[in-house]
């Protein structure tokens, strides 16, 4: 199989818009070839679709994947997260799929293009999160200001409780602390066994009591049990900025990783989406930067 054969998909409703637009601009400008984009329709309004359209995007309007779900079960936009182990069935004839959310954007394509090559002989290339902690200086749509907190010894706590509440002890012990291998960016070949697993295991976990992060965690199972062979890739593939925030290097004008001043390649925004802008730390400096999140165009 070859990755050259490739789909990049993303799931978005009216509210995810300009998020998605977001997505769709800045894989136009980062990557050196025309991708192939495509998206999960989950509600947008005519005046989107026609938008999308005009840039050479896909849309789709997936159902449920599984005949028992339903929109009394779910909201409508976890379509995406059911849609997520078929790809290759809503979108069938890629060699390579490459899923990322749409509060992600693209800032450097070297790490996404590693991901993509390393999804060969059926392994899932795939970043493992890691909580380093959060305490910084945001700003609100209306200009206020706050402190933004993360505590990564509670925010492992609450995993820990949501794997206890949907799967039990046996389950929650053996895979709850363990980090997450996040499922918002990954990439896998078309003919990958993954798929059939992780389909399997998430029907197997919808009839457990419903939590919106199920999705991925049916594929934590299928990794750590060894139903799905993984490749992880390294923190910019997928840097999610409710776990770490990354520094500005003034140099390059671009987000870096902080421990090694590399550039990052996908910027996972996660529950920072809505903020105007962010103190940021300097790359090697004590200076911050005031900065917008989200892609610049």
């Known amino acids: 199989m070859s990755a050259q054969n490739r789909v990049i998909v993303s799931g978005i409703d009216s509210g995810y818009f300009d998020l998605g637009m977001g997505l769709v601009q800045s894989i136009r400008k980062a990557s ?3 991708e192939t984009i495509a998206l999960l329709d989950l509600g947008l309004e005519s005046e989107q ?3 999308l ?7 789709l309007q997936p159902g449920w994947d599984y005949p028992f779900m339903n929109d009394e079960r779910a909201p409508r936009w ?6 997520r182990p078929h790809l290759p069935k ?10 990322i959310d749409s509060d992600a954007w693209v800032q450097d394509w070297a790490p996404v293009e590693a991901l993509v090559q390393a999804a060969r002989n059926g392994h899932v290339a795939i970043v493992e999160e890691r909580m380093q902690g959060i305490n910084i200086l945001v700003e609100e749509q209306d200009g206020s200001q706050r402190r933004f907190s993360l505590d990564a010894a509670l925010a492992q706590e609450q995993n820990q409780a949501e794997w206890k509440r949907v799967f039990g002890d046996p389950i929650a012990d ?8 996040n499922s918002g960016v990954f990439a896998l070949e078309g003919a990958s066994p993954a798929w059939s697993a ?3 295991c998430l029907s197997d976990c919808l009839h457990r009591p ?6 991925q965690q049916a594929l934590n199972i299928c990794i750590r049990r060894g139903d799905v062979a993984v490749c992880p890739q390294d923190i910019a593939a997928n840097f999610l900025l409710t776990n770490q925030i990354p520094a500005w290097d003034d140099a390059t004008q671009r987000f870096v990783v902080p421990e090694t001043g590399r550039s990052v390649g996908i910027m996972h925004l996660c529950d920072l989406k809505r903020l105007k802008t962010i103190l940021f730390p300097g790359h090697e400096t004590d200076k911050g930067h005031l900065l917008s999140p989200r892609f610049a165009g």
């Open 49 to 51: 679709v026609r938008a």
């Open 90 to 99: 809503h979108l069938p004839g890629f060699d390579t799929y490459v899923w």
């Open 78 to 83: 976890f379509r995406a997260m059911t849609a």
């Open 210 to 215: 419903f939590g919106k992060m199920v999705e």
């Open 198 to 200: 992780w389909s399997k």
């Open 174 to 181: 053996a895979i709850g602390r363990l980090p997450y291998f």
């Open 53 to 59: 359209s005009e840039m050479g995007v896909l849309l």
């Open 32 to 34: 050196p070839r025309t």
